[in-house]
């Protein structure tokens, strides 16, 4: 199959590396020469030439005659998306038009004030739901799409042999694939993604002006809630306008329960209701979350294993841990404040906790002397 | 050594587990027999006889002679601890009296009002800041303390020989002291640990209706932002009330950046500057988060390797990492939606990064092409 990407930055470029693992023919194309050759040398396809005749040098032509690609994926900046988009229908005639934003009931509307109703059923709006810290072809990885949530918003008007080719495409890139409308989506990633992003942020922005001797107190809880704090202000920014309307109203919610905690926080003891209440909604939401690999929630029992934080010891856990033919379902390791000193939290199914645990002490290693269950955290 | 303490949950029996461990004599008590009796059965201690006299039938009764103890530990709920102080002030007349309350001004207040000068001149608030997800003597475990922080809040007045033995208390359960203000704790603790657990769970509380087709869009960044929302609501709610006046100004500070991002994202596209400000304050104060034993955050190289989700990968990848003598400086495995996949991010210090992939390439690691520095979450 025959792809065209227009934009090679981190997710272009990807793609390209992706597809062109496997046996693809990519062309890319970027308004910057610079991205568009680093892309190519990366090896992410050939560099587009004008008329879509930019046949493939590398192993042979056979069955691509350097005609127009089957399909345009378009992963330019979101801000320039819904005219590239417009512009590739009318380019490309008889190709499916895709994309990778990651915002899409907005993106539609505006293609569709571009388009006509026929060029309209080419394109097909996906958002593969992979990224990483880095942005640019630099950080391109072939593996970016690997086991990450695709999805392609597709309608009854879209005809099934283009889905089939998109969704043959995301697929190629071992990206899982789910259909969704796409308002559906966007109040999705609002709540998954958008809104803890901004949460994330507020956070650790609490944190500017804390004296050294107050952040030293900072555990394992706080580096979690504030991870994707260290996130691009660039891209995010986009994205929270791109998706303003659904983010708006989940942070709308969200700040009618923090004033009920500010205020009960304020009435004194009569009012602890209310702060048992907040935590405890919280509670019901995380439980929603799923598991490994989409499945319900899974209660794991942690063994907690200290180890000094030395090289070889984790190899010589996980080497003790193979031994005994334990799957391990999650791990964590927190590291002391001022000690040379490592927890390891090892989930594994309930089932297999006491040999484990007995394993390892059998071999010497450091563990609780009682096997406790807690909630694993999937 | 002999250490009485008074309330046997959970930190109340870790602390006589850890220091029964070290050989200490260590008497319990609790309102609730059960209570005192599951933790004595525990080892945690010889219960509590009245007059001081419970002779630990242990291993002789050399240095000990029965009489009172040197330090007392009160490891009640939060709301009796004051009352409970200041009893064991009075009954231990030359006793070191201390608690592990998570809120450090108000109950020192409570006390000053119930005790005199020089009675309160034995007491020595404490905060280990450790805990579990679990509670009651149950779910103790000597270790708990081990490589945590141990706030220790003395003043001019604290004589320095009760201060050296509270010292070397904590220090016997593998904790780390950090000598703190009591107002220094509290303002600390609402912006390290209260105010991140309310954002949990209030991020986790906006799922709470979310369709099963929206939450199986979640991804790591949402699973770490939310993971603390899985706490108790009985506990939270006292530890909220108990620091109110710190928690609610922080997160009137915190309400204030949220008011100004949904009206950016009410405004639409001409405000996106406001958008932009919170993520890079966000970045800001993440940077302020120390990194690994309370050093300023390194930068690690971050390698991902992509794993089948089966036994003994994971012991084989990390026997490899061994067999190469580079030390993992924190990991990280995320899980496929619906593949059978899982993928490790390994941090080591970049000078190893090379080194590393080179040996996993060589072993057959499935890992990306191109080495890419990325921040290390520390």
Redesign the interface.
């Known amino acids: 199959m025959r792809i065209h990407i227009i934009g090679t930055g981190l997710l272009g470029a990807s793609l390209g590396?992706a597809l062109s693992a496997q046996k693809y023919q990519v062309s890319l194309e970027d308004t910057s020469p610079t991205a568009q050759q680093l892309a190519a040398d990366?090896?992410a396809g050939t560099i587009f030439a004008d008329g879509g005749n930019d046949c493939n040098g590398g192993s042979g032509s056979e069955g691509g005659n350097g005609g127009d690609p089957q399909i345009v994926v378009i992963a330019t900046p979101p801000d320039v998306a819904a005219q590239t988009i417009a512009t590739a229908l009318e380019t490309y005639p008889d190709a499916t038009v895709t994309d990778v934003a990651s915002v899409k009931t907005s993106l539609l509307e505006s293609v569709r004030e571009l388009v006509g109703r026929s060029e309209l059923d080419r394109y097909i709006g996906c958002h593969p739901?992979a990224g990483?810290?880095?942005s640019g072809a630099?950080?391109?990885?072939?593996?970016l799409f690997?086991?990450?949530?695709w999805?392609i918003c597709s309608d009854e008007n879209t005809p099934h042999n283009r889905l089939g080719e998109v969704v043959t495409m995301a697929e190629a890139t071992g990206a899982?694939v789910?259909h969704?409308d796409p308002r559906?989506?966007d109040?999705?990633?609002a709540?998954?993604?958008h809104?803890?992003?901004?949460?994330?942020?507020?956070?650790?922005?609490?944190?500017?002006h804390?004296?050294?001797?107050?952040?030293?107190?900072?555990?394992q809880?706080?580096?979690?809630?504030?991870?994707?704090?260290?996130?691009?202000?660039?891209l995010?920014?986009?994205i929270?306008?791109g998706n303003?309307?659904e983010?708006?109203s989940?942070?709308?919610?969200?700040?009618t329960?923090?004033?009920e905690?500010?205020t009960a926080?304020?009435m004194?003891?009569g009012a602890?209701g209310a702060?048992?209440?907040?935590?405890?909604?919280?509670?019901?939401?995380?439980d929603?979350?799923?598991g490994?690999?989409?499945q319900a929630p899974t209660k794991y029992a942690v063994v907690?294993i200290?180890i000094p934080?030395?090289?070889?010891t984790?190899?010589?856990?996980?080497?003790?841990?193979?031994?005994l033919?334990?799957?391990?379902e999650?791990?964590r390791?927190d590291?002391?404040?001022?000690?040379?000193?490592g927890?390891v939290d090892v989930s594994v199914v309930p089932a297999t906790q006491q040999e484990l645990e007995t394993g390892l002490l059998s071999k010497g290693w450091?563990i609780?002397?009682?096997a406790?269950e807690?909630?694993g955290?999937?």
Chains 1, 2 share one sequence.
């Not at 804390?210 to 555990?219: D, N, Q, R, S, Y």
């Not at 989940?250 to 700040?255: A, E, G, K, N």
């Not at 984790?314 to 193979?322: E, N, V, Y």
């Not at 590291?335 to 040379?340: C, G, I, L, R, V």
Request: hydrophobic fraction near 45%.
């Open positions: 590396l990366l090896g739901m990483r810290e880095k630099i950080a391109a990885r072939s593996d690997t086991a990450r949530p999805v899982s789910i969704l559906i989506h109040a999705a990633v709540k998954v993604s809104v803890p992003q901004v949460v994330a942020s507020l956070v650790a922005s609490q944190l500017r804390a004296p050294l001797e107050e952040v030293a107190l900072a555990g809880g706080l580096r979690d809630v504030t991870r994707i704090a260290a996130s691009d202000p660039r995010w920014t986009q929270l306008a303003s309307e983010v708006r989940v942070l709308l919610d969200l700040r329960e923090l004033d905690v500010i926080l304020e004194g003891p602890t702060l048992a209440k907040a935590i405890a909604l919280g509670n019901e939401g995380y929603r979350i799923p490994k690999h989409g907690t200290l934080d030395t090289p070889g984790l190899a010589t856990l996980f080497k003790d841990i193979g031994d033919n334990i799957n391990v999650d791990f390791m590291h002391a404040p001022d000690q040379k000193l927890i450091q609780p002397e009682s406790i807690k909630e955290i999937a």
